[in-house]
């Protein structure tokens, strides 16, 4: 009896240890346990930050990269105004310089303008009142040539030439080639069909300036105008950019008229045309 009930207890008190001994192992699993996941959360925390910083940093570059072609977008869109501003100057300096070589041309001697500038001194020491272009023809020449009445003429040239002076300038088209269908051969008949071209040139029409101004080189050869209509006939060519057409006739108007103002302006347009690389 004695000996089952010791037998007994050795078990219980056997198994007890063993379950304290469990016990305490599992409690010593359960620490490692914790200590790993903590260690693999941090493994994880670090490569979630790594990714992060990571993103950043491309982030980051791709920002750099979109400034740097903002940079060149906004560098290339100032180079692309300056052009545009400086082509729509060459524009306006191109339309001033035309309108100066319009008005140059327009104060020359031509009808309308009443006395030189000099006067000549007879020999009695008074001064001569110097004969306009009208005074010359109707003085010195018949009444009418040819069954033209001249002093019909010089209105109807007068009345054109005064429209181009004031800048009406389809209207002095208009008249001038009224003037040349009434006065073909007339005394200004060259002079009206330079006045057309020119009437043609500054409202950009330049297919029927340039027939124009050609008529006045094939027509009248003889006269002081046709220096002039080659030279604009040049600067049609360029306008065009029929550039081996623009040098051609800018180079003859050197050639055939050295030393005149139509020569120095065909030459100052094959300098610039140079500069351009024309």
């Keep these: 009896m004695n000996r089952e009930f010791r037998t007994a207890l050795l078990t219980i008190m056997a198994a007890f240890a063993l379950l304290l001994s469990g016990a305490a192992a599992a409690d010593t699993s359960n620490k ?15 490569k979630l930050l790594l990714d992060m910083s990571n993103q950043i940093q491309q982030l980051q570059d791709e920002v750099r990269k979109l400034r740097g072609e903002l940079d060149e977008t906004t560098i290339a869109l ?8 400086d082509q729509f100057a060459d ?3 191109r339309q001033k310089d035309l309108y100066s070589d319009i008005d140059r041309r327009l104060y020359k001697l031509e009808v309308g303008e009443v006395r030189e500038n000099v006067q ?3 020999r009695d020491g008074v001064q001569k009142p110097v004969e306009t272009i ?6 010195h020449s018949p009444a009418t040539q040819g069954g033209v009445d001249i002093g019909s003429e010089v209105s109807a040239y007068k009345a054109a030439f005064e429209l181009l002076r004031e800048g009406r300038y389809q209207l002095a088209a208009d008249k001038f080639t009224r003037f040349l269908q009434v006065y073909p051969s007339g005394t200004y008949a060259d002079n009206a069909q330079y006045w057309l071209g020119e009437a043609n040139y500054v409202v950009r029409n330049f297919e ?4 124009d101004f050609k008529k006045v ?8 105008k046709v220096s002039d209509a080659m030279l604009k006939i040049g600067y049609i060519y360029y306008e065009e950019g029929n550039w081996e057409e623009a040098k051609k006739n800018l180079q003859a108007v050197k050639d055939r008229y050295p030393n005149t103002t139509a020569a ?3 030459n100052n347009r094959l300098v610039r045309m140079k500069r351009e690389g024309r």
Excluded: Y
Aim: aromatic share 2%.
């Design 78 to 85: 100032e180079k692309l105004k300056k052009e545009q501003r």
């Design 91 to 93: 524009v306006v300096k």
């Design 120 to 122: 000549p001194i007879n």
């Design 134 to 139: 009208e005074q010359r023809q109707v003085q």
């Design 264 to 266: 120095n302006l065909a």
């Design 32 to 46: 490692e346990l914790s200590k790993r996941m903590a260690r693999i959360e941090r493994m994880v925390s670090s």
């Design 208 to 211: 029927q300036a340039k027939q």
């Design 217 to 224: 080189v094939e027509n009248f050869p003889k006269s002081q």
